[in-house]
């Protein structure tokens, strides 16, 4: 994977937690149109907010990482892949190693993997920092509660789908590596 794709992997990652960022900002001091007008005017703080964007989608793919991790992966590798965990990354190395094509289309599914794995994150703290926003703020509007119901669906319904999407390419790739390894070795004992 170059540097390149990782780096817009983690801007891709970074923005919905910047955007819950900026909803906690807002729920806590408030919304002045006035000041984000100004805000949005300036070019200069492009800049800046992309290192924070970038720092974010960091955080965020480090947490979700360990988040499931420790609560899917392990269990995932030990219940479907031959041989456990131990197993499956000799295998993962066999195929690294051995295989150009085979290492390229591992770290794609990996990126994607980690996207998923990150906006379902991202969904759930976008959802905790609009509804905070909406109750603190927009409180008094008179449908409030079906925009906050609304929120709650839209954003749930994201944060399932990109945990079936993960779950999903794990499956494929516990697969893949299985199967793309024996056919390594198969091919070296010819």
């Not at 993962?92 to 993997?113: G, I, M, P």
């Not at 379902?120 to 905790?128: C, G, K, M, P, V």
């Given at each position: 994977?170059?540097?390149?794709?990782?780096?817009?992997?983690?801007?891709?990652?970074?923005?919905?937690?910047?955007?819950?960022?900026?909803?906690?900002?807002?729920?806590?001091?408030?919304?002045?149109?006035?000041?984000?007008?100004?805000?949005?005017?300036?070019?200069?703080?492009?800049?800046?907010?992309?290192?924070?964007?970038?720092?974010?989608?960091?955080?965020?793919?480090?947490?979700?990482?360990?988040?499931?991790?420790?609560?899917?992966?392990?269990?995932?590798?030990?219940?479907?892949?031959?041989?456990?965990?131990?197993?499956?990354?000799?295998?993962?190395?066999?195929?690294?190693?051995?295989?150009?094509?085979?290492?390229?289309?591992?770290?794609?599914?990996?990126?994607r993997q980690r996207i998923c794995r990150g906006w379902?994150?991202?969904?759930?703290?976008?959802?905790?920092?609009?509804?905070?926003?909406?109750f603190t703020r927009f409180w008094h509007l008179p449908?409030?509660?079906?925009?906050?119901?609304?929120?709650?669906?839209?954003?749930?319904?994201?944060?399932?789908?990109?945990?079936?999407?993960?779950?999903?390419?794990?499956?494929?790739?516990?697969?893949?590596?299985?199967?793309?390894?024996?056919?390594?070795?198969?091919?070296?004992?010819?």
């Amino acid at each position: 994977m170059s540097t390149t794709d990782l780096f817009v992997e983690l801007i891709v990652v970074g923005c919905g937690a910047f955007a819950a960022l900026l909803l906690l900002l807002l729920a806590v001091f408030g919304v002045d149109s006035s000041l984000l007008q100004q805000l949005l005017g300036m070019p200069v703080l492009a800049l800046p907010a992309l290192v924070l964007i970038y720092l974010l989608g960091i955080l965020t793919d480090r947490f979700a990482d360990r988040l499931f991790n420790k609560y899917w992966v392990a269990a995932k590798q030990q219940q479907q892949y031959p041989g456990g965990q131990a197993s499956f990354h000799k295998d993962k190395t066999l195929v690294l190693a051995k295989s150009e094509r085979f290492a390229a289309l591992y770290e794609y599914s990996r990126s994607r993997q980690r996207i998923c794995r990150g906006w379902a994150l991202n969904a759930l703290l976008l959802l905790s920092c609009a509804e905070l926003l909406l109750f603190t703020r927009f409180w008094h509007l008179p449908q409030w509660w079906l925009l906050s119901l609304t929120l709650l669906l839209l954003l749930a319904a994201l944060c399932w789908c990109c945990c079936y999407a993960w779950l999903q390419m794990l499956d494929t790739e516990l697969r893949r590596v299985h199967e793309q390894a024996s056919l390594l070795r198969s091919s070296t004992e010819l």
